[in-house]
């Protein structure tokens, strides 16, 4: 967790400014109010981090850029977050770069009756998403 060294300082300082519990930020990102305070726990192991759609969430609903929260100190990054398994060409042509992003991105395209099941998923009780994953083995 290399660009999340102090990202559980730094979500206690944005949400202590914000005035926001940990609940408030649980329900910006879905997920329970455990998981919050796990990601702010000074104990190393008891600390979890977020994923990247909770990062991004919390990002979008306290207007607060990615690079307040993530550690891009090193000067060898230059600014760039390195996150693996996202390569998707190995082209320096930029042509052949986008036709093969645009074909991953067709690969991984949800289905408009998968994009369905996702907002039901979304909008629902913590509880009821506890069971489904219990339906699905999770």
């Not at 977050?81 to 395209?109: H, Y």
């Given at each position: 967790?290399?660009?999340?060294?102090?990202?559980?300082?730094?979500?206690?300082?944005?949400?202590?400014?914000?005035?926001?519990?940990?609940?408030?930020?649980?329900?910006?990102?879905?997920?329970?109010?455990?998981?919050?305070?796990?990601?702010?726990?000074?104990?190393?192991?008891?600390?979890?981090?977020?994923?990247?759609?909770?990062?991004?969430?919390?990002?979008?609903?306290?207007?607060?850029?990615?690079?307040?929260?993530?550690?891009?100190?090193?000067?060898?990054?230059?600014?760039?977050?390195?996150?693996?398994?996202?390569?998707?060409?190995?082209?320096?042509?930029?042509?052949?770069?986008?036709?093969?992003?645009e074909k991953e991105l067709s690969r991984v395209?949800?289905?408009?009756?998968?994009?369905?099941?996702?907002?039901?998923?979304?909008?629902?009780?913590?509880?009821?998403?506890?069971?489904?994953?219990?339906?699905?083995?999770?």
């Amino acid at each position: 967790m290399r660009y999340l060294q102090t990202f559980n300082r730094r979500l206690r300082q944005i949400r202590e400014a914000g005035h926001l519990s940990r609940e408030d930020v649980a329900r910006m990102c879905g997920v329970d109010e455990a998981r919050v305070s796990s990601w702010e726990a000074s104990d190393t192991r008891r600390r979890s981090y977020p994923g990247v759609a909770e990062l991004l969430d919390v990002c979008i609903h306290t207007e607060t850029p990615l690079e307040s929260l993530v550690d891009l100190e090193d000067s060898a990054d230059n600014g760039q977050l390195e996150l693996p398994g996202l390569a998707f060409s190995n082209s320096d042509d930029l042509g052949v770069a986008l036709a093969e992003l645009e074909k991953e991105l067709s690969r991984v395209q949800l289905s408009e009756e998968e994009l369905e099941l996702l907002r039901r998923f979304r909008k629902t009780s913590g509880e009821n998403r506890r069971m489904i994953l219990q339906i699905l083995g999770r």
